[in-house]
């Protein structure tokens, strides 16, 4: 079993930023890939960014591409998603997952722990 638990959240204004934590503990191994997701009031949840192993490969949705940032602290355990240059449509609950491939994942499907998610909130 893997735990997740993401911190974080929060309203800010657009242009602001956020940093997302994500400390995974329980049978992690060494080596995992670890995603985020969003999902929005009444929109089906999609993906974010994710990050290989060694944080040394990440993808991004093309709607955060040069606005959010994904890096792993290995020592720690812990995974973030540095959030700037925030839009209103960014705001979700925003949500890791974890799968034991050490290959950086897009698809929620093959992801297997998941976190219980962090509303972030952005105002106009």
């Known amino acids: 079993q893997v735990q997740l638990v993401e911190s974080g959240g929060g309203l800010v204004q657009a242009g602001g930023s956020l940093r997302l934590s994500c400390a995974a503990s329980?049978?992690?191994?060494?080596?995992?890939?670890m995603g985020w997701f969003r999902q929005a009031p009444g929109k089906e949840r999609e993906f974010v960014a994710c990050?290989?192993?060694?944080?040394?490969?990440?993808y991004y949705s093309d709607a955060v591409k040069g606005r959010f940032t994904a890096s792993r602290d290995n020592a720690k355990n812990t995974v973030y998603l540095q959030m700037s240059s925030l839009k209103s449509e960014d705001t979700a609950v925003y949500y890791c997952?974890?799968?034991?491939?050490?290959?950086?994942?897009?698809?929620?499907?093959?992801?297997?722990?998941w976190g219980q998610g962090t509303q972030v909130a952005v105002s106009s």
């Open positions: 990050i290989n192993w060694s944080g040394a490969v990440t």
């Open positions: 329980g049978r992690t191994g060494s080596m995992y890939s």
């Open positions: 997952a974890f799968d034991y491939s050490a290959r950086a994942r897009t698809q929620a499907g093959e992801y297997e722990y």
